[in-house]
T-cell receptor, first 115, second 118 residues
Framework: AQSVAQPEDQVNVAEGNPLTVKCTYSVSGNPYLFWYVQYPNRGLQFLLK??????LVKGSYGFEAEFNKSQTSFHLKKPSALVSDSALYFCAVRPYSGSARQLTFGSGTQLTVLP | GAVVSQHPSRVICKSGTSVKIECRSL??????MFWYRQFPKQSLMLMAT?????????EQGVEKDKFLINHASLTLSTLTVTSAHPEDSSFYIC??????????????FGPGTRLTVT
């Protein structure tokens, strides 16, 4: 069975500073990894995904994530945080191959960017 | 880009009544849709997989007679919460995968429906 761990419930960072939101995963075979962002009372918005290829993936709103196979991690990063980045972030995984299409989500990390 | 809509966005109902939530894929066909439930400040929990033309597949612990799912067409899935109780109050989100090839797809999420049972 696949699983995702987001070890931090809350991350606080000052505006302009770099941010990192951590994610580790467990899946049979190669992973298909995602990051989503959720604003209050809204659905999930896609940020970026890793399928294969370059380990550094660039996504929406200046976010990027680095796939590290040896550490089974897919941490979300941004060089300079904005107050508007404050939201709930979810990491998700599914196996790259196979018929299962549903995603398994991490528990979420609340990011607060302080002005 | 692909869009998934949900209706209604918010609903308040009395205990014992039933509520129907619609999930539509607006510019693509979805043979499969997923229904999630989210409690405040918690992750999404998959409730069921809705399959066009066949029965839904429910996750362990989800009552299929309470959460009725109908995938009536390639663009519409409905979730009906029957005999709702206050503990059914939650944020319900649907999603639909759009194929990008044999082994990849994009999954698009609806904006969610806030259900409050009084």
């Amino acid at each position: 069975a696949q699983s995702v761990a987001q070890p931090e419930d809350q991350v606080n960072v000052a505006e302009g500073n770099p941010l990192t939101v951590k994610c580790t995963y467990s899946v049979s075979g190669n992973p298909y990894l995602f990051w989503y962002v959720q604003y209050p009372n809204r659905g999930l918005q896609f940020l970026l995904k890793y399928i294969t290829g370059d380990n550094l993936v660039k996504g929406s709103y200046g976010f990027e994530a680095e796939f590290n196979k040896s550490q089974t991690s897919f941490h979300l990063k941004k060089p300079s945080a904005l107050v508007s980045d404050s939201a709930l972030y979810f990491c998700a995984v599914r196996p790259y191959s196979g018929s299962a299409r549903q995603l398994t989500f991490g528990s979420g990390t609340q990011l607060t960017v302080l002005p | 880009g692909a869009v998934v809509s949900q209706h209604p966005s918010r609903v308040i109902c009395k205990s014992g009544t039933s509520v129907k939530i619609e999930c539509r894929s607006l510019d693509f066909q979805a043979t499969t849709m997923f229904w999630y439930r989210q409690f405040p400040k918690q992750s999404l929990m998959l409730m069921a997989t809705s399959n066009e033309g066949s029965k839904a597949t429910y996750e362990q612990g989800v009552e299929k007679d309470k959460f009725l799912i109908n995938h009536a067409s390639l663009t519409l899935s409905t979730l009906t919460v029957t005999s709702a109780h206050p503990e059914d109050s939650s944020f319900y989100i649907c999603s639909a995968p759009r194929s990008r090839g044999p082994t990849s797809y994009e999954q698009y999420f609806g904006p969610g429906t806030r259900l409050t049972v009084t």
